[in-house]
């Protein structure tokens, strides 16, 4: 096996990946409606409920084709009776997408925005609940991946059941790094998709989830032909695939992620992330930069810093130079703020974290970005 060139990726997804995980896409032409294909599937399917302890009477995964915004489609679409209503409670730039699918699908909601560097007021969100009745589907997000913020979802979800809505949650920067527990963080359901937390590509999205909600959701309205959650779980329980063309090598290398995900271990593997978050906080901090949210609020894998003061700095050439040399910097994803990200997702460790700060000094030097750096204000 020839080894592939490594890039760090330090942008939300998709992460960096192993050889292994790249190699096991290279497998001889199969059609998915083999029984050989098929029967790879129950095993994932499986897999990935008891990636968040959901006992497999109660709780089933379900499979799509597409990047993880489909779950997020899928869910709200699929998930709401007639009449009702859904409550997004909203801090940031991936809540705002649940909203925008409101939207488009002309689906009555409530969009109860909270800012980007502050957790949700759950006094307010169960004020809002108690008001309006109709509200039978509430979602957040776990981890703001704009920003980096922890959502207090067992406590949003507990407040959800107390008035009888289903709560689904966009864990798709969460899943399989920060451990969960679907039933102890009352999650009705959740989402990811394989080229984030697993480690391996784009094109395999999935939520997990109650499965007698979604036989429920069976009389639901059917507003989406090819994203609904119901029709693609039916089909699954009958045949035991997708309903559509698979992402065929995608599913081949997830199934390699997923041994390497059982071999590293859970709580390993989130400490993995959490050293190579703490790197990146160190190196930001020994270079001065500030940070949208605080310490105590971040989840441990997106790092979101504000730019500098500097005239000379530009996001561009510091991404261009590090990108040459193999480490891919993100911008940020708030409006207010100008920001860049550093993410802890994927297969790399404090070394590479090590190695990228070397050059991203090297790139401030060479741009002429003064360190530390400064900013307005600063009585320095
Ligand atoms: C990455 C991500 C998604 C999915 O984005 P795609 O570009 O569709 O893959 C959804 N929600 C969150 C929180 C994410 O971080």
């Not at 007639?82 to 939207?103: D, F, P």
């Not at 989840?299 to 990108?323: Q, R």
């Amino acid at each position: 096996m020839e080894p592939i060139k490594k890039n760090v990726l330090l942008n939300p997804g998709p992460s960096t990946t192993t050889d292994t995980v790249k190699y096991a896409q290279v497998i001889p032409d199969i059609c998915p409606r083999e029984k050989e294909f098929g029967s790879l599937m129950k095993g994932l399917r499986e897999d990935l409920v008891k990636i968040v302890h959901g006992d497999l009477e109660r709780y089933t995964s379900v499979l799509f084709c597409g990047s993880g915004t489909i779950n997020i489609d899928v869910a709200i679409n699929s998930l709401l009776p007639e009449g009702k209503k859904v409550l997004v409670v909203n801090n940031g730039a991936y809540s705002t997408r649940a909203v925008e699918i409101c939207q488009y699908y002309g689906l009555p909601h409530i969009d109860l925005q909270f800012p980007v560097n502050q957790r949700p007021d759950l006094e307010k969100v169960e004020q809002t609940i108690k008001d309006n009745p109709d509200i039978a589907l509430v979602h957040t997000t776990h981890n703001e991946t704009g920003t980096g913020i922890l959502n207090p979802i067992r406590e949003i979800g507990a407040l959800a059941h107390k008035y009888g809505a289903v709560f689904t949650v966009d864990t798709t920067s969460t899943y399989a790094m920060r451990p969960i527990n679907i039933k102890e963080d009352n999650i009705d359901f959740c989402m990811a998709s394989a080229q984030k937390g697993l480690m391996a590509f784009t094109g395999l999205s999935f939520i997990v989830g109650n499965r007698a909600i979604i036989e429920k959701s069976a009389s639901y309205p059917k507003r989406s032909y090819y994203c609904n959650l119901y029709l693609q779980y039916e089909f699954f329980e009958k045949t035991g695939e997708m309903h559509f063309t698979p992402p065929v090598q995608t599913i081949y290398a997830t199934i390699q992620a997923l041994k390497e995900y059982w071999a590293e271990g859970e709580e390993a593997k989130w400490a993995r992330h959490t050293r190579v978050f703490n790197a990146i906080n160190a190196g930001l901090d020994e270079l001065g930069f500030r940070q949208v949210i605080k310490p105590e609020w971040k989840t441990g894998l997106v790092s979101s810093a504000i730019y500098p003061d500097d005239p000379n700095w530009s996001f561009e050439a510091v991404h261009d130079y590090c990108y040459e040399r193999g480490f891919t910097i993100y911008p940020g994803k708030i409006s207010t703020t100008n920001t860049f990200r550093l993410c802890a997702l994927g297969a790399i460790d404090e070394a590479d974290i090590k190695d990228f700060f070397v050059v991203f000094k090297e790139a401030l030097e060479k741009t002429g970005v003064q360190t530390p750096v400064i900013y307005k204000g600063d009585t320095k």
